[in-house]
């Protein structure tokens, strides 16, 4: 028997760009529909959705491991177990679990060191952010909108990311709602919070700019009226992993800064 596991089957795509960026794609035999990054990994046979999987094909993969994330993936997890297939599931919502995560993950496969760095490399990358965003003159009042209806608002990573991206989100009392159904908002609410600037990335789908500035009540909002609406991919932003903490954070970051110089101009 291996010492650690050989043929992993990764349910959610961070735990797969993990494995890659740690060098070890080779042991991944399975991988989620979802899968963008990197993009070799969308050659692996596809196993599953986010709430669903095919079953038979991941047993007939002979995996030893299979990586899971979250309540919403209990079920998937529950029946593999059943099946006599070892489940990690993992439940990270914040930047810090985040890079937890990927600590754990290294230990999982014999790769601690390497995992040690690149979580180290992570975070020195988030600070640089965190560094420049604090000569912005301010902290634009920024929205970040997880679906459109019902409005749900960004979960944690997601707000703390547009944090150390320089902006201040307008719903702090809801980071620590870890579920979605905790973080669904009145648009009336929002609007009169008066976000300068809205972030969408609306779990898979695309968004459309109509559906916002067509809001009740939302034409007298600074976002709206300056246009300051911006999408960003799920794939960057609501994948609890290296994109999020690399491209992700980035691109809110560029849009803040853009924002800035659009009010320095004469």
Known sequence: MATYPERIVCLTEETTETLYLLGQGERIVGVSGYTVRPPEARRKPKVSAFINAKFDKIEALKPDLVLAFSDLQADLSAELVRRGIAVVTFNQRTVAEILQMIRMLGGLVGCQGEAEALADRLAAGLDR?????????????????????????????????????????????????????????????????????????????????ATIVGRAGWDSVSAV??????????????????????????QLHDMLSRFHRARLRP
């Open 129 to 209: 952010i965190r560094e420049s965003a604090s000569h912005f003159p301010s902290q634009p009042r920024t929205f970040f909108e997880e679906w459109d209806d019902p409005l749900i608002s960004g979960i944690r990573w997601v707000e703390e990311l547009a944090e150390i991206a320089g902006g201040a989100p307008i719903f702090p009392e809801l980071a620590h709602a870890g579920l979605a159904k905790d973080r669904i908002v009145d648009p009336a609410e929002v609007a009169r919070r008066d976000p300068q600037i809205v972030f969408a990335s609306w779990c898979g789908k695309k968004m459309k700019k």
């Open 225 to 250: 009226r300056d246009d300051e609406i911006h999408e960003i991919k799920s794939t960057y932003i609501l994948q609890p992993g290296p994109a999020s903490l690399t491209v992700g954070v980035q």
